[in-house]
Structure formats: structure tokens, C-alpha cells
């Protein structure tokens, strides 16, 4: 009913790691909403950033892109091991594409990515192998059956090389 006090919050997982919270500023939110919870974010010990309500706000704007782009290049025989190591080791991230989407969780990507191609339309390009993970039973580290095999504790423990024969993929040779 007041629409001016209403205000949103993008937090990224894992919380209590991450110090980025998006603060999403809706077509009526108040400048005085946003100062609140952009102050209460600080408070918080997070670093907020105003951003305008739309598909994927800015951080999944920007990282979306890039996972899809990590499915085009499996798809054309690029190995999983070397595309995650050429974003860590090239680009300084964090972790690579193909162990992010298992952290994030490969049923999250691919059901954002379907949202993202419906209100992008053509400015987003989705890869037909993210339409094979929907009946793989593969979910990423939240099943322990990813890109990544997992040990029962959720530690990862390679690639898990039966990806590509899921996928109807040639299994990259390794000698």
C-alpha cells in the first residue's frame, strides 16, 4: 500500500562471505527508503549498490553472460578444467565458470538464463546444452553431481568426466 516505503535487497551467497548487497530501488521507491536500507547495509558490514529493478539487476546482468559463454565454449570441445583455469589464472577471478554454475546451481542457471532470454529476447544467446542439464539430475554441488564431483562433505574433487557423455559430448583427451 505504500509503494514509496518498499524497497529491495540482493544479497550473493555464500552471505556471510560475500560483501556486495545489491539495494533495489522499485519505480516508487523513495530516495528516503533507499538511504535506509543503502545505511543499514553498511551497517551490515556489506557494500551496497543502488541499482534499478529489471532482470538481473546488475551483477547477474554482467556474470550471466559469462556463464553462457562458458556453455558455447564446452560445446565447441573446449575442456571444463582449462576454461575454469584460464578465468582464474588469465582474469584474476575468484573461481571459473564451470564451478561457479555448480555452486550457484546448474537448475538456478539454467531457469535464469530462460528469464533473462524472455525479457532480453536476442541480447541473450543460450547454449542448447543448458536445456540438457534440465533432465540430467545434475544440480551442482547441492546434489554433489555437477561439472565437479564432490566428496560427501561438498569438497570438490574434480572434474567429473561423465559430464560430456551426459551432455552428448566428446570427453576432452587428457595425456
Known amino acids: ?19 556486495l548487497v545489491e539495494v533495489i530501488r522499485g519505480e516508487k521507491t523513495s530516495d528516503k527508503a533507499v538511504a535506509t536500507v543503502f545505511e543499514t547495509s553498511k551497517k ?13 539487476f546488475l551483477v547477474n546482468r554482467l556474470l550471466l553472460p559469462l556463464l553462457a559463454e562458458a556453455l558455447f565454449l564446452l560445446e565447441d570441445g573446449c575442456d571444463i578444467k582449462t576454461v575454469d583455469k584460464y578465468y582464474t589464472d588469465t582474469f584474476g577471478m575468484p573461481m571459473g565458470p564451470f564451478r561457479l554454475m555448480d555452486e550457484v546451481g546448474l537448475d538456478v542457471c539454467v531457469k535464469v538464463l530462460k528469464i533473462f532470454q524472455e525479457s532480453l529476447g ?35 574433487e574434480g572434474i567429473d568426466e561423465t559430464v560430456y557423455g551426459d551432455l552428448g559430448l566428446r570427453a576432452p583427451n587428457h595425456k
Not at 500500500?1 to 560483501?19: I, L, Q
Not at 551490515?44 to 538481473?56: A, L, Y
Open 1 to 19: 500500500k505504500r509503494p514509496e516505503d518498499f524497497c529491495g535487497m540482493h544479497f550473493f551467497n555464500p552471505v556471510h562471505r560475500m560483501s
Open 122 to 156: 536476442e541480447r541473450i544467446e543460450v547454449s542448447d546444452l543448458s536445456k540438457k542439464f534440465e533432465g540430467s539430475g545434475r544440480l551442482g554441488k547441492k546434489n554433489l553431481k555437477g561439472f565437479y564431483k564432490y566428496n560427501d562433505k561438498g569438497r570438490t
Open 44 to 56: 551490515m558490514g556489506k557494500t551496497p549498490v543502488v541499482v534499478k529493478d529489471g532482470p538481473g
